[in-house]
């Protein structure tokens, strides 16, 4: 797993949580099922099972992969509206390409990051590059969807392209954790991506047997998503293993550790690491549109269909992301 990587973790800076922090306990443990993509890629639904409560400010999250690809193989997403949230994609293994009606786009690969405001609407594609599909090859990452609040979710498009080298790397206080800070802050250490909604995302790499104490801001909610590998969290050690989300209770730090013994596919084990302010605001989601009444949702589809999101250069849109055929509601 690529993604960012140091030769030497005892070189960067240690993350070391205040004596007498209090470590988050385990409110549940759920397993992502899994199901296909955009034009057929394989994706594991990480927040499945789980009350929106629990997530806000976040409202969907797929890893996507980890599949080897067969030459022709390479799939993405066709050209699809979004409205009232932000998508993050990141990439672990794997090249991306993303193109929007706004001039936003580029291509991502290990490590990277795009980060793609939809506000009042957009159009956009993601698609591997034409020398992946002929080749085909290894593909894994994770899209994450981010509420806005009500007073934003009206704010113009924008596109951020955070590269590999832009990520904030730390390392655990023992030495065997590699922590890479995509957005927010941990220990007053800041990652590259701009926020509209205060949050943090974490990648973290686990030698076998490490254990990560990770201080958290005690006022976000925390979510912890085991991308490989077996482990345990929580101060009570609850274990977890690939594909399963771990909701988080109240507290000033989260706790992970690596058990000592691995798969060979996976030798390590990787967390995704979420959290953040919650927005409190009801939620109405359907399809590629997320906003906070069922009333909001069907005018966004109306104007979709004005094009009053935009053109889409000769395609036509036939399918959204993971999202629900009916609205779904929620506080």
């Known amino acids: 797993m690529p993604a960012v990587t140091v030769a030497d973790i005892t070189i960067l800076p240690r993350v ?9 306990s385990v409110k549940s443990v759920t397993t992502a099922p899994q199901g296909f993509e955009g034009e057929g890629f394989p994706v594991r639904r990480a927040f499945a099972g789980v009350d929106i409560a629990e997530l806000d400010p976040f409202i969907h999250l797929d890893q996507m992969g980890e599949v080897e690809y067969a030459p022709g193989e390479p799939k993405g997403t066709p050209w699809h509206p979004h409205r009232g949230f932000e998508t993050v994609t990141y990439i672990i293994d794997g090249i991306f390409d993303h193109k929007d009606n706004h001039g936003g786009g580029g291509t991502i690969t290990n490590g990277d990051t795009q980060w793609m405001t939809a506000g009042a609407g957009i159009l956009h594609i993601e698609t591997p590059p034409e020398h992946l599909v002929m080749s085909g090859g290894l593909f894994h990452g994770f899209q994450l969807w981010v509420n806005l609040p009500a007073a934003k979710k009206w704010s113009k498009p924008a596109y951020q392209d955070l590269r590999a080298s832009d990520v904030k790397l730390l390392g655990s206080s023992d030495g065997g954790t590699l922590i890479r800070v995509i957005a927010g802050e941990v220990a007053g250490n800041i990652g590259p991506g701009s926020t509209q909604t205060p949050i943090s995302i974490v990648h973290a790499t686990l030698a076998p047997g490490a254990k990560l104490t990770l201080p958290w801001n005690k006022n976000y909610n925390a979510l912890i998503y085991t ?5 345990s969290v929580g101060e009570e050690a609850r274990p977890v293993h690939m594909g399963q989300l771990a909701v988080m209770g109240e507290g000033d730090t989260l706790v992970v550790q690596a058990d000592q013994t691995q798969e060979s596919r996976s030798p390590e084990m990787d967390v995704l690491i979420l959290g953040g302010l919650p927005i409190k605001e009801p939620v109405a989601w359907m399809g590629p549109f997320v906003m906070n009444t069922k009333a909001e949702v069907l005018k966004a589809f109306d104007d979709f269909q004005k094009g009053l999101l ?5 395609a036509d849109i036939t399918g959204v992301h993971g999202a629900p055929r009916e609205v779904v509601e929620g506080n």
Do not use: C, M
């Open 16 to 24: 070391i949580a205040e004596s007498g922090a209090r470590a988050r």
């Open 310 to 314: 935009g053109t889409i250069p000769a």
């Open 227 to 231: 991308l490989n590998g077996h482990g």
